[in-house]
C-alpha cells in the first residue's frame, strides 16, 4: 500500500480587508495550494504573473514563491500537503505544479476544501485515510478538468462570468433559453459566445444544455414517480415528443425502457 498523503493545514475563504503578501524565499517546506477569489500577484523562482480571480496554483516545497492582493480585500482558500512520493505521483498525473491554472469548476475547488476542512477538524479512527483520499481525488479532478490549463489572456476575464452562466444551465434544467440570450448576457455575438464556451469547458453549449437536461432526466425516472410527460416539462422541454427522441439519441433507449431497465437492476 502506498504512503498516505497528509494534511497539514488548510482554509476556507479566507478574508483580509487590509490585504496579504505571503513570502517564503525558501519554500513552505510542503506543498502549497492556493486558490485566488482575487486578482492577484504571483513570483516563483522570480517570475512574476499576474493571475485573475479564479485561479490556483501548487508551489513545490522547496521552490521560492511570494504571493500578494493586487488590491484588498485579498480573498483566497488554501491548503499544505505532504507525503512520501507526493511529487512523484503529481508528475505521473501530469499535474502542474509552479504554475496558475485557470479553475474549470471553482465550486469544485471549494467544495473539496470545505470537506478537507470538515474531516480534519472532526478526527476519527479513519480520519487520515480519508484525508489521503480527499488530497488525491482534488488533484485528479483538477487533472480530469479539459481545457483549464491553458487559456488565451484576452478571455481570462469573461471565465468567472461563463461559470455562473453554466452553473446556472446545470441547477436549472427547465429554463428554456437561446444561444442568443446567453451570448447577450455575456455581450457577445453568438459565434464568439460559442467558440469561448467551448475553449472553457471542452463541449458545445448545447450539447451541454442538452446533456444537463438528460442527466437529470435519468435522475427523475429512477427516484421519483413523475411521469414521462412530467419529466420533460421538469427537465425543459416543450413537448414530450422531441424530450423522447433526444434521449432515445443520446441514451440509446427510450425514457419507459430506461426506468424499467434502472429499477430492475435496483436490488
Not at 103 to 115: G, K, M, N, V, W
Not at 164 to 189: G, K, T, W
Not at 216 to 243: K, P
Request: aromatic share 12%; proline share 4%; with cysteine.
Amino acid at each position: 500500500m502506498s504512503a498516505l498523503f497528509h494534511l497539514v493545514s488548510c482554509g476556507y475563504h479566507y478574508v483580509h480587508p487590509g490585504g496579504l503578501a505571503i513570502d517564503r524565499p525558501r519554500g513552505a517546506g510542503n506543498f502549497a495550494f492556493v486558490f485566488f477569489r482575487s486578482k492577484s500577484e504571483v513570483i516563483v523562482e522570480g517570475v512574476r504573473t499576474v493571475v485573475p480571480s479564479g485561479t490556483h496554483i501548487l508551489f513545490h516545497p522547496e521552490s521560492s514563491h511570494r504571493y500578494a492582493g493586487i488590491e484588498p480585500p485579498f480573498v483566497n482558500d488554501w491548503l499544505h500537503c505532504e507525503g512520501a512520493g507526493m511529487e512523484e505521483w503529481l508528475r505521473d498525473i501530469h499535474y502542474p505544479i509552479n504554475q496558475p491554472v485557470k479553475a474549470i469548476d471553482s465550486h469544485l475547488i471549494s467544495r473539496c476544501i470545505i470537506e478537507l476542512q470538515r474531516i480534519s477538524s472532526h478526527g476519527g479512527q479513519l480520519a487520515a485515510s480519508i484525508l489521503d483520499l480527499e488530497l488525491r481525488s482534488l488533484f485528479m479532478k483538477i487533472c480530469n478538468s479539459k481545457g483549464g490549463w491553458t487559456l488565451p489572456e484576452g478571455q481570462n476575464h469573461y471565465y468567472g462570468a461563463f461559470v455562473d452562466l453554466r452553473s446556472e444551465l446545470h441547477n436549472s434544467p427547465q429554463i428554456r433559453v437561446s444561444v442568443e440570450e446567453l451570448a447577450a448576457r455575456v455581450n457577445m455575438s453568438k459565434s464568439y459566445f460559442q467558440h469561448v464556451y467551448k475553449q472553457f469547458f471542452g463541449v458545445s453549449v448545447m450539447a451541454d444544455i442538452i446533456r444537463g437536461r438528460l442527466e437529470y432526466a435519468q435522475y427523475l425516472l429512477v427516484n421519483s414517480r413523475l411521469s414521462v410527460a412530467e419529466i420533460s416539462g421538469i427537465c425543459g422541454y416543450d413537448n414530450d415528443t422531441h424530450f423522447m427522441r433526444q434521449f432515445k439519441k443520446f441514451i440509446g433507449v427510450t425514457p419507459r425502457g430506461y426506468r424499467v431497465s434502472s429499477l430492475e437492476k435496483k436490488p
